[in-house]
């Protein structure tokens, strides 16, 4: 059963962990409006466990897969539109 979990870091970074426990690949698409995320800003979203490659976006959605069975991808999403600042 794939399990996905969120974490809203600041206003401009957010992670999403996404585990696939079965026995298959399996891919997802994730609507960034179910995350909570504001509609009308442009994202960024970079796999972090993979030397932060890239990961596709359509339009306001995430689009994860195939992901490999037993295994793990975190995935960072960055608001362009909130300016970067100091930690």
Sequence with gaps: MPSVY????DAR???VAVF????????????LSDLGL??????EAYDVL??????????ASLEIGPQDPHSVK???????AVRASAP
């Design 38 to 43: 504001p509609q009308g800003h442009h994202y």
């Design 13 to 15: 970074q957010s992670m």
């Design 20 to 31: 696939n426990f079965t026995e298959g690949p399996r891919s997802h698409t994730i609507e």
């Design 50 to 59: 993979n030397a932060d490659a890239p990961v596709a976006m359509e339009g």
């Design 6 to 9: 969120f974490l809203q870091e």
């Design 74 to 80: 975190l995935i960072k999403i960055v608001d362009t």
